[in-house]
């Protein structure tokens, strides 16, 4: 599950993963070095659309957006085209996909041919509270479990396959010496979700003895 900390998205998803602990260990329980985890699946985001054109179908809906990403899924509303109330959801493999095609549409106030206003767009209900995640902020994440010797560097860069860092923050003793956690933001929102699913309890840094939370 997906932990709060002081409004943060923390690495602390699941907290009985002994076996895959000890999997990612070497032999004789040893942990592996400055393990690198890389993303295996992008996070999905389905979107509501309104304000197209009455005579557009699934194929039209795809072919628009297709520019913007990978779509998984369109599903049109069957109600009367009469009434011009017709909607749709236009799912995305990818939420920074998702995420630009939103920012395109704002942006440049696209207004399709027969319709009364420009295109709407915005995450459909549900995928706010399914993610854990405000499609209006970028949450910075609570990272624990650092080894004391471990450096800015070594932090930002195992990160930072899953996006571009925009702050870190490692805590710091008075004398300099660390305490163990720190917080961290993406620029990207998947990257937090990412990250969170990939890292969790399965990355090392260095000669550490538990792996990152």
């Keep these: 599950i997906n932990a709060v900390y002081m409004g943060s998205i923390g690495l602390l998803m699941d907290q009985s993963k002994n076996s895959a602990r000890e999997s990612d260990r070497g032999h004789g329980g040893t942990p592996r ?3 690198k985890i890389r993303m295996s699946r992008s996070i999905p985001l389905k979107l509501f659309v309104s304000q197209f054109p009455l ?5 039209e809906l795809r072919d628009f957006f297709s520019k913007f990403g990978e779509i998984l899924d369109v599903q049109v509303t069957r109600g ?3 009434d011009g109330k017709r909607t749709a959801f236009v799912k995305f493999a ?3 996909s998702a995420e630009d095609a939103i ?7 696209v207004t399709l041919p027969g319709c009364n206003g420009p295109l709407e767009l915005r995450w459909a209900n549900g995928e706010a509270a399914h993610l854990g995640l405000e499609p209006t902020t970028v949450p910075r994440l609570f990272v624990g479990s650092i080894p004391k010797d471990a450096t800015d560097d ?3 860069e195992l990160f930072s396959d899953y996006g571009k860092v925009v702050e870190l923050n490692l805590m710091k003793e008075d004398d300099g010496t660390l305490k163990g956690f720190g917080f ?4 990207r929102r998947e990257s937090c ?5 990939e890292l969790n309890e399965k990355a090392f840094i260095g000669n550490a003895d538990k792996p990152l939370e």
């Design 103 to 109: 920012e395109a549409m704002e942006g440049n106030s």
């Design 154 to 156: 070594e932090i930002r």
């Design 193 to 197: 979700l990412q990250a969170i699913k």
């Design 33 to 35: 070095v400055d393990v």
């Design 184 to 187: 961290l933001r993406f620029e």
């Design 55 to 59: 005579e557009w179908e699934e194929a």
């Design 94 to 96: 990818s939420m920074t």
């Design 80 to 82: 009367d085209r009469r």
